[in-house]
């Protein structure tokens, strides 16, 4: 496989309302971004995933964009972008936009053309219907909004801000490149597609995700932008297959670099009560397990995996995946253990590199996302699917606010990210004893785990065998311990994790040499009839 950039990086994102507050307005601006980037190259990163931070009525926390040419206001102005551009280059780290392709605002100057009349060269741009169908909205409601003044009803799979853009026509095509390019002139390195396997949906035949003709828009866009920037990078987010996903990241196919995959981080979210994220399973270790080899195995030497736990999207891994009551360090490390070790590139989401936690907000009132109130009012009150205050509960685990809380600095006032002024969104109280400052200043934390696993991807050592070597699993059907193989050439590597709160043995007939890292210190090199001790987690080179 072709070598490029991203392969050896690893990608930070930043959800900036939450990240720095630089101007001390309870918002997280362009400004605090640039502040904080000397953090950045400490930790090791390659390049920063901006969540948007385009011109916006802010329906959906800028995933409804009024202007792809504007910052907005609140997280600062194009110069500051320029700057933040220039600053993460002298510190060798890229920007990473993110493309909303799928939809516009209602704000935005197309759909308000579109408004004015069916005769209008920018009515076309979006989907409309004389009558609508029972399709629900992913926030909750119908999927269709009357428009009295053209009796017509407009196609929003989000909010009813969010107006999704019509790709058949080739107008609508054009005008994405055109964005594309003009962002790509001012010097970022690509772009994560935001809902991308949507932009092909066949609203006739019922096809709302990787329609009939979304690979013909694909390469076309990588014809006519991207793909003629030899070091760009794009990841698409979806909820593919591994087949599905090969047929959009092939190289040979010249679409997407990446996709991204759900299967793993939802496999907990899958009951079949209509509650999805609000109720979710407990962990069923043997199904992770399947899922994680499949992609891995699936993928192997066609294509390239995004490895992630959480991001803007997910709840804090910590809390969905490891332990953040008993074994909340120990259990942080060993999910960064697991998936650093994986082939593929790693994205990090901001203060899952020191453990932050699920927020445990105590109040309707206390939460901001749309997904979590429509949610409430389709599923709690209107569908009466659960009670109010089991809904309540449903959100301290699935919400999306729990990993939009303010990113936490030091133990001073809002966690130090601002200097005082009341946050957009609640900090998590436990910002005294989980921040940044008592991290660095504790040689074992979370965060020097993620800085040496940064580093040991990095390593000439190691670096082939991580990226490039087989994967195997060891002891698939075993409940407790997640093992696995990696091997390159004469090199191997085994991965050895007790994913549980309680002490396993482990019994192997390998020999290993030396002990690469591990989250414990008393960890062993005898792999017979070793026990493990909770979420222990250690990589051998046999």
């Given amino acids: 496989m072709k070598e ?26 362009l400004k605090g971004i640039i502040s904080k980037l000397d953090y950045l190259q400490f930790l090791g990163i390659d390049a920063i995933w901006l969540s948007p931070i385009y011109e916006s009525p802010m329906e959906d926390n800028g995933y409804d964009i009024s202007d792809y040419h504007k910052i907005a206001p609140e997280f600062g102005t194009m110069e500051e972008m320029d700057t ?189 009560n209509g509650l999805g994220k609000f109720d979710p399973l407990p962990i069923d270790l043997v199904k992770l397990k399947a899922i994680f080899a499949k992609w891995q195995q699936s993928l192997h030497n066609k294509s390239w995996n995004a490895l992630f736990w959480e ?43 020191i453990g932050m936690t699920n927020a445990y907000l105590k109040k309707l009132s206390d939460y901001q996302d749309i997904d979590a109130l429509g949610n409430y009012q ?40 601002n200097k005082g002024a009341k946050p957009w969104l609640k900090v998590t109280p436990n910002y005294k004893e989980i921040n940044v400052k008592q991290c660095i200043n504790d040689k074992d934390s979370i965060l020097y785990t993620y800085k040496h696993l940064i580093e040991l991807r990095k390593s000439k050592e190691y670096r082939n065998v991580i990226h490039y070597g087989d994967f195997k699993l060891e002891l698939a059907d075993d409940p407790y311990l997640f093992v696995y193989e990696r091997s390159y050439q004469q090199q191997k590597l085994l991965i050895v994790i007790n994913y549980d709160n309680d002490v396993h043995e482990i019994n192997l007939n390998q020999k290993p040499k030396k002990i690469l890292i591990s989250n414990y ?8 009839k070793q026990t493990l001790q909770p979420y222990e987690a250690i990589v051998y080179e046999l």
């Avoid at 389709?378 to 699917?385: F, H, N, P, Q």
């Avoid at 109010?388 to 939009?404: H, I, M, T, V, W």
């Avoid at 210190?521 to 017979?528: A, D, H, M, R």
């Fill in 4 to 29: 490029k950039w991203w392969k050896d990086a690893v990608i930070y994102q930043i959800y900036p309302r939450s990240f720095m507050d630089g101007n001390n307005d309870g918002m997280g601006d």
């Fill in 84 to 272: 933040l551009i220039a600053e993460a280059k002298k510190r060798h780290i890229r920007i990473i936009m993110d493309l909303v392709a799928n939809h516009t605002s209602k704000e935005h100057k197309w759909f308000k053309e579109a408004l004015k009349g069916k005769d209008n060269p920018y009515h076309d741009f979006y989907y409309w219907s004389d009558t609508k169908d029972n399709k629900e909205a992913s926030f909750g409601g119908s999927s269709w909004e009357y428009v009295k003044n053209l009796d017509e009803y407009y196609y929003h799979y989000f909010a009813k801000g969010q107006v999704d853009l019509n790709w058949t026509n080739p107008k609508v095509r054009k005008e994405v490149a055109n964005i594309v390019n003009w962002w790509l002139d001012k010097g970022v390195a690509g772009f994560r597609m935001d809902a991308i396997e949507l932009i092909g949906k066949d609203l006739k035949n019922g096809i709302f995700a990787n329609g009939p003709k979304i690979h013909e828009y694909l390469k076309e866009l990588n014809q006519n932008s991207f793909g003629l920037k030899e070091d760009s990078i794009t990841v698409g987010e979806g909820w593919p297959t591994p087949q599905i996903a090969l047929d959009y990241t092939m190289p040979e196919n010249k679409e997407l670099d990446m996709m991204f995959q759900f299967e793993s981080a939802c496999s907990i979210y899958l009951p079949d």
């Fill in 311 to 353: 991001n803007h999207d997910l709840p804090r891994s910590v809390t969905r995946f490891g332990d953040d009551r008993f074994y909340r360090v120990e259990s942080a490390k060993a999910l960064a253990i697991m998936l650093f070790l994986q082939q593929g590139t790693p994205f990090i989401y901001q203060g899952e590199e």
């Fill in 378 to 417: 389709a599923l709690a009150i209107d569908k009466k699917l659960t009670t109010p205050e089991k809904f309540l509960e449903g959100l301290q685990k699935g919400s999306r606010d729990n990993a939009r809380t303010p990113m936490q600095w030091d133990d001073s006032i809002n966690a130090g990210f």
């Fill in 521 to 528: 210190k008393t960890s062993s090199l005898n792999l017979k």
